[in-house]
């Protein structure tokens, strides 16, 4: 059974940086996608970003210039540099992985940048 853990998260005053990790366990196989997605109080989860296998990137236009994802194929583990954080980058960050056709999901973990 394919898992996925998170973590990284935590409290961060404004501008400040965070690097957030998640890393499959009990799969035979590569991801083809490795994507972060966040969902903030009283709002849908929406796509932060997300890496395919071959490195192509995409970044919503909220993050672009500040946040950097990268993976670790051997290590099925993606990360998520968040640097210049924002309040509106206060969230619940999951990351999802996607492969034939199959959504996996990690548990979530907390991102707050508030002073």
């Known amino acids: 059974q394919v898992q996925l853990v998170e973590s990284g998260g935590g409290l961060v005053q404004p501008g400040g940086s965070l690097r957030l990790s998640c890393a499959a366990s009990?799969?035979?196989?590569?991801?083809?996608?490795m994507g972060w997605y966040r969902q903030a109080p009283g709002k849908q989860r929406e796509s932060v970003t997300y890496?395919?296998?071959?490195?192509?990137?995409n970044y919503a236009d909220s993050v672009k210039g500040r946040f950097a994802i990268s993976r670790d194929n051997a290590k099925k583990t993606v990360y998520l540099q968040m640097n210049s954080l924002k309040p509106e980058d206060t969230a619940v960050y999951y990351c999802?992985?996607?492969?034939?056709?199959?959504?996996?999901w990690g548990q979530g973990t907390q991102v707050t940048a508030s002073s």
């Open positions: 999802n992985f996607r492969t034939m056709g199959v959504n996996y």
């Open positions: 890496i395919t296998s071959s490195g192509i990137t």
């Open positions: 009990g799969s035979s196989f590569n991801f083809y996608i």
